[in-house]
């Protein structure tokens, strides 16, 4: 069992900045990939931006420029920087953690945090 702590969302201004943590514990071994997801109400959970294990990235084009994900290997952990948020971006967050253990290869979710970009 992998578990994922999430933390960092709120309510922030539009042109604000946020940034969001996840930190996995537990039967790790070895993690492939660390991303984040978001889902708006009504609408389906769409990949935000990932991470690889040696530090590739891509992102969706609405946050190019805005956001940055990284990731601390030693926490286990990854993060979300985002910048001149948009209203457009509310959204639950949710963490998303694939990789490997001796009983297989995993694929986690976090239990999600909610950015509301609103004035």
């Known amino acids: 069992q992998v578990q994922l702590v999430e933390s960092g969302g709120g309510l922030v201004q539009p042109g604000g900045s946020l940034r969001l943590s996840c930190a996995a514990s537990?039967?790790?071994?070895?993690?492939?990939?660390m991303a984040w997801y978001r889902q708006a109400p009504g609408k389906q959970r769409d990949l935000v931006a990932r991470?690889?294990?040696?530090?590739?990235?891509d992102y969706a084009d609405s946050v190019k420029g805005r956001f940055t994900i990284s990731r601390d290997n030693a926490k286990n952990t990854v993060y979300l920087q985002m910048n001149s948020l948009k209203p457009e971006d509310t959204a639950v967050y949710y963490c998303?953690?694939?990789?490997?253990?001796?009983?297989?290869?995993?694929?986690?979710w976090g239990q999600g945090t909610q950015v509301t970009v609103s004035s």
């Open positions: 991470i690889g294990s040696g530090g590739s990235t």
């Open positions: 537990g039967s790790i071994w070895r993690i492939y990939t």
């Open positions: 998303n953690v694939r990789g490997w253990s001796p009983r297989g290869e995993y694929d986690y």
